[in-house]
């Protein structure tokens, strides 16, 4: 059973940083496209990122030049390094796991698997 657990989120100040994680099990994340969305409220599933598993990324505008996306020392953890944080930038953040090809990283239903999403709220 695939299982994608994220944590690191919280309450902070604009201008500071904020660093996701994304546990999973059941599933490595070594071989399949591994990405971050996020979504405000009432507004749509928006794309943070996606790390390819030839290590490419892409970002989606909002957060280029201040988000990075890597994977940690084992194949099942992704990390979303979120620097300047904005007020706009408050959302739950979910990761999400599939075979997404670069045509289609932005459409959620590339991916197969998500987590239950993390809070962050980034105040001015």
């Known amino acids: 059973q695939v299982q994608l657990v994220e944590s690191g989120g919280g309450s902070v100040q604009a201008g500071t940083s904020l660093r996701l994680s994304c546990a999973a099990s059941?599933?490595?994340?070594?071989?399949?496209?591994v990405a971050w969305f996020r979504q405000a409220p009432g507004k749509e599933r928006e794309f943070v990122g996606v790390?390819?598993?030839?290590?490419?990324?892409y970002y989606g505008d909002a957060v280029k030049g201040r988000f990075t996306i890597s994977r940690g020392g084992t194949s099942n953890t992704l990390y979303l390094q979120m620097d300047t944080l904005r007020p706009d930038d408050t959302a739950a953040y979910y990761c999400?796991?599939?075979?997404?090809?670069?045509?289609?990283?932005?459409?959620?239903?590339?991916?197969?698997?998500w987590g239950q999403g993390n809070q962050v709220t980034v105040s001015s």
């Open positions: 790390l390819f598993r030839n290590a490419n990324t």
């Open positions: 059941g599933i490595t994340f070594n071989n399949y496209a």
């Open positions: 999400a796991e599939g075979s997404a090809i670069l045509s289609s990283i932005r459409n959620i239903n590339a991916y197969a698997y």
